[in-house]
């Protein structure tokens, strides 16, 4: 068998770009990375820069004002407005961060899950300046850089642990031995936590965002003035749309419409509906897995009952509790930043023709 073997002739400066390329690989491997992160999945647009874990800066400019007459993301005017504030964004993270883009070794961005038109916006960005400044990039998957938050704080969790990722579009449970290593352990079937506070403000006209709003009204209510249900309470997967529909039925029965006085009991009620299983469910498999710490990370972790209620069950389970600070639960780009630098320092890189994608399961990750 006659093996043809081609020979690429490579010009000097074409070598001096592989040389550079390796000797910064060698560095990302072993010294301490000034990362940029970019984050661009739904409605905000962040970016962030990192060294050693540490946050440098933090920058993000939220499209709620552009949302709230809609009741809601919508994905067009998503996409506009973040490539409007991208550049800004990334200019003032430097600024604030005490760096000049010469400074960065190493870009991280969100390629997944979320909007996929407004992920290439952020994910453009990124090739952009990796390709300009000859440095090394990857795309990280959103869920992974909200688990990876908690390892910004002071007070950090060992591997194994069980984490709870709820937000507006994901609710799941993952058993986390390591970083790109996921057991998913449950998941919702249908809408996510957050989208349920989001539907439920909607149905009530609270406003937008939901979680917030029913959040601050829930703080002088009754939660056990309504009784709403808690589906699928012996299975690890969760299901809201019930909830919502419960919520629609109880509101036709009283004319579409509940009194100012009703208002604080229905959304306690209701936000004790959702809080109730999130907690029941995610330390129920922290015991199933017997593992002793769980991380609670994502938008709805930033809900004050939630944060109250996991830290009672808790001290009842003798489990150790790591939830982020608020600004770190929500969308941000320090969360992409510290998943990319662990990446980067591992050796991994990705292409310039790597591309967004709208699901990107955890478990699937490499």
Not at 9 to 28: E, G, M, N, V, W
Not at 63 to 73: A, D, F, L, R, T
Not at 177 to 206: I, V, W
Not at 214 to 230: E, Q, T, V
């Amino acid at each position: 068998m006659l093996i043809q073997v081609k020979l690429i002739y490579k010009t000097p400066a074409l070598l001096y770009k592989d040389f550079r390329f390796l000797a910064k690989k060698i560095i990302c491997q072993e010294d301490n990375l000034i990362v940029l992160g970019i984050e661009s999945s739904c409605d905000e647009t962040a970016a962030a820069v990192v060294k050693e874990g540490k946050i440098l800066s933090n920058v993000i400019a939220s499209q709620i004002k552009e949302h709230s007459p809609y009741g809601g993301v919508v994905p067009e005017i998503a996409s506009r407005k973040h490539l409007e504030a991208v550049s800004p964004v990334i200019k003032q993270a430097l600024s604030e961060a005490g760096v000049q883009l010469k400074d960065i070794e190493g870009i991280s961005v969100t390629r997944g899950p979320g909007l996929v038109g407004s992920l290439l916006i952020g994910l453009s960005a990124a090739k952009a300046m990796a390709w300009a400044l000859d440095i090394p990039f990857v795309g990280v998957n959103h869920l992974e850089g909200h688990i990876a938050a908690i390892f910004l704080t002071d007070r950090t969790p060992s591997f194994p642990f069980v984490a709870l990722v709820v937000s507006g579009g994901h609710t799941s449970i993952y058993l986390v031995k390591g970083f790109q290593s996921f057991s998913l352990l449950g998941q919702t079937r249908d809408d996510a936590a957050g989208e349920a506070f989001d539907k439920a403000a909607k149905l009530l006209n609270l406003g937008y965002p939901g979680g917030v709003v029913i959040d601050k009204l829930a703080k002088s209510g009754n939660p056990r003035a309504y009784a709403f249900p808690r589906a699928m309470k012996d299975l690890p997967d969760f299901s809201f749309s019930g909830l919502k529909t419960s919520l629609l039925v109880m509101l036709k029965k009283r004319g579409c419409n509940f009194s100012s006085e009703e208002m604080p009991d229905v959304a306690a009620s209701y936000q004790e509906a959702i809080v109730d299983v999130l907690v029941e469910k995610t330390t129920r498999a922290a015991k199933e897995n017997s593992v002793g710490q769980v991380v609670v990370c994502g938008g709805v972790a930033s809900n004050s009952r939630l944060r109250e209620q996991f830290a009672r069950a808790a001290a009842s389970e003798n489990l150790s509790l790591f939830i982020p600070p608020m600004i770190l639960c929500t969308d941000n780009a320090a969360m992409v930043a510290a998943i990319g630098e662990i990446l980067l320092k591992s050796g991994r890189r990705d292409g310039l023709d790597l591309n967004a994608v709208s699901r990107w399961p955890l478990s699937a990750q490499k």
